[in-house]
C-alpha cells in the first residue's frame, strides 16, 4: 500500500498557485519525498523531490514541515497544461539494484481558465 | 537524446491469449523497471532488472515474466491473457547515478 494520502480532486484558477498537500506521517528518516505527474495517456514525469530541506526547481517548489510527516508541492502560476494527476510518494535512497515506486491514487488537478 | 521508447503503443487481444511488449532505456541506463497502470488507478510496480538481472517482482502471477536484453532493453511477457490485464503498462527507465525514474509513454493493452 502507498505510504501517502492525499485529496482526490483540486480546481485551481489559472495564473494562481497551485497547492497540493499529501500526508506521510509513516514516512522514516532515511525516505526522500517525491512527485510525479501523469498527463492523460502520458507515462508519468517527475517533478521535484527532497529529504527535509524545501526545494525549488524551475517547474515547482516542494515544502516539508519540519516533522517531515507532510509536504506541498506548490505550482506557482498554475496553467492549463498542469491539469494532470499528482503522486506525491516516498521512497528510499538509491542504493543501486532496486528502486521501487509505489504509487497512490494521487491527485486530480484541473486547471480552468 | 532519446527518451524511453516502447512499443507497440496499442494492441488488442483476446483471452487466453500471451503479448510481449518493449522497451528500450535511455542510452547509458542499466536499469528498467515495468508498471501496470489500470485505469482510475496509480502505476502498480511488476519488475524491476538491473544489468539483466531481476531486483525486484511486485504482487503479480507468474503469467507474468520479463527479461533485460545485453544492450540494456527489456521484454515483458504475459500469457493466458485476462480481461482484468488490460492496462497502460509503463516502462521506466533508471539513472545509474541518481536512481530517478524515466518513464515511457506506455503500451495500452486491451483484452477482450
Known amino acids: 500500500d502507498a505510504k501517502t494520502t492525499q485529496p482526490t480532486s483540486m480546481d485551481c484558477a489559472e495564473g494562481r498557485a497551485a497547492n497540493l498537500p499529501c500526508n506521510h506521517s509513516?514516512?522514516?528518516?532515511?525516505?526522500?519525498v517525491y512527485w510525479y505527474r501523469q498527463i492523460h495517456s502520458q507515462g508519468p514525469q517527475y517533478i521535484i523531490h527532497?529529504?527535509?530541506n524545501n526545494e525549488t526547481n524551475e517547474m515547482a517548489s516542494l515544502i516539508i514541515t519540519e516533522d517531515r510527516k507532510s509536504s506541498t508541492l506548490i505550482l506557482p502560476h498554475a496553467t492549463l497544461r498542469d491539469t494532470a494527476v499528482y503522486y506525491c510518494i516516498v521512497r528510499v535512497p538509491w542504493a543501486g539494484g532496486y528502486n521501487k515506486l509505489i504509487f497512490g491514487a494521487g491527485t486530480r488537478l484541473a486547471v480552468h481558465p | 537524446d532519446a527518451g524511453v521508447t516502447q512499443s507497440p503503443t496499442h494492441l488488442i487481444k483476446t483471452r487466453g491469449q500471451h503479448v510481449t511488449l518493449r522497451c528500450s532505456p535511455i542510452?547509458?541506463?542499466?536499469?528498467v523497471s515495468w508498471y501496470q497502470q489500470v485505469l482510475g488507478q496509480g502505476p502498480q510496480f511488476i519488475f524491476q532488472y538491473y544489468e539483466k538481472e531481476e531486483r525486484g517482482r511486485g504482487n503479480f502471477p507468474d503469467r507474468f515474466s520479463a527479461r533485460q536484453f545485453p544492450n540494456y532493453s527489456s521484454e515483458l511477457n504475459v500469457n493466458a491473457l485476462l480481461l482484468g490485464d488490460s492496462a497502460l503498462y509503463l516502462c521506466?527507465?533508471?539513472?545509474?547515478?541518481?536512481?530517478?525514474?524515466?518513464f515511457g509513454e506506455g503500451s495500452r493493452l486491451t483484452v477482450l
Open positions: 527532497g529529504l527535509k
Open positions: 521506466a527507465s533508471i539513472s545509474d547515478n541518481t536512481g530517478e525514474l524515466f
Open positions: 509513516t514516512i522514516s528518516g532515511n525516505e526522500y
Open positions: 542510452s547509458g541506463h542499466k536499469s
